[in-house]
């Protein structure tokens, strides 16, 4: 009895992992035909430009990530993501000069890179 309740309780736990892993690969496939789908107007800019093959273009821009991906996309729709603007510090009241604001520039920046 113990085994039948077993066993039942076994093949539910499988036909879950089995919809679970369903479930990954349809996730997969819509990812990468919208990834596909996103990359396809940047590897023809990009190989006019370069003069590269569309498909090496594609096989070196596998690996980026979604961020550099809109990036790119960006540059080559003539609508460059922002990358940042002007500084907003508050200085309550204290002049800063330029030295001063380039060094905060530099301080924000590296904790840009740091914190990417």
Do not use: H
Not at 56 to 75: M, P, Y
Request: glycine residues 6%; proline residues 3%; hydrophobic residues 40%.
């Amino acid at each position: 009895m113990a085994n039948d309740f077993l066993l039942k309780v076994a093949d539910v736990l499988d036909a879950l992992a089995s919809e679970k892993s369903k479930l990954a690969s349809e996730l997969d496939k819509v990812k990468t035909e919208q990834r596909r789908a996103n990359l396809s107007p940047v590897l023809d800019k990009l190989s006019f430009a370069t003069g590269e093959d569309p498909d090496k273009l594609e096989s070196k821009l596998a690996g980026v990530s979604d961020d550099v991906l809109n990036i790119i996309k960006g540059i080559t729709t003539g609508e460059p993501a922002s990358l940042g603007g002007p500084g907003r510090n508050k200085t309550a009241g204290v002049e800063l000069s330029n030295r001063d604001f380039a060094s905060v520039a530099d301080k924000d920046f590296a904790s840009w890179l740091l914190n990417s």
